[in-house]
């Protein structure tokens, strides 16, 4: 399984990106998808979860403001970010879990917010 993400880039704080993520390969089934992200010299971190019945999750840093989305047919999720702020900045990377316990981690795409 493989996993492209694209969409990151520079915005001014304030501004919106949609980050997507397309899950290529061998899927029997995509159990859940998620956006981590990881800021210079900080841990990664869990940012928005879409789990197979539908329900999501987010840090409540970006609670209200990203909103996470996927297709289960194209095997696709995004990541809409509005109102992004200097401290959103950082290299967001996709994860799926799919199968019996199997998971995929994307190469990751840098958003900076310039403030």
């Known amino acids: 399984v493989q996993l492209q993400a694209s969409g990151g880039g520079l915005v001014q704080a304030g501004g919106s990106l949609r980050l997507s993520c397309a899950a290529s390969?061998?899927?029997?089934?995509?159990?859940?998808m998620a956006w981590y992200r990881q800021a210079p010299g900080k841990q990664r971190e869990l940012v928005a979860t879409?789990?197979?019945?539908?329900?999501?999750n987010y840090a409540d840093s970006v609670k209200g403001r990203f909103t996470i989305s996927r297709d289960n047919v194209l095997n696709t999720a995004w990541l809409q970010m509005n109102s992004l702020k200097p401290e959103d900045t950082a290299v967001y990377y996709c994860?799926?879990?799919?199968?019996?316990?199997?998971?995929?981690w994307g190469k990751g795409t840098l958003v900076t917010v310039s403030s």
């Open positions: 994860y799926v879990q799919y199968g019996l316990g199997s998971f995929a």
């Open positions: 390969g061998r899927i029997s089934r995509i159990n859940g």
């Open positions: 879409f789990t197979m019945d539908g329900s999501t």
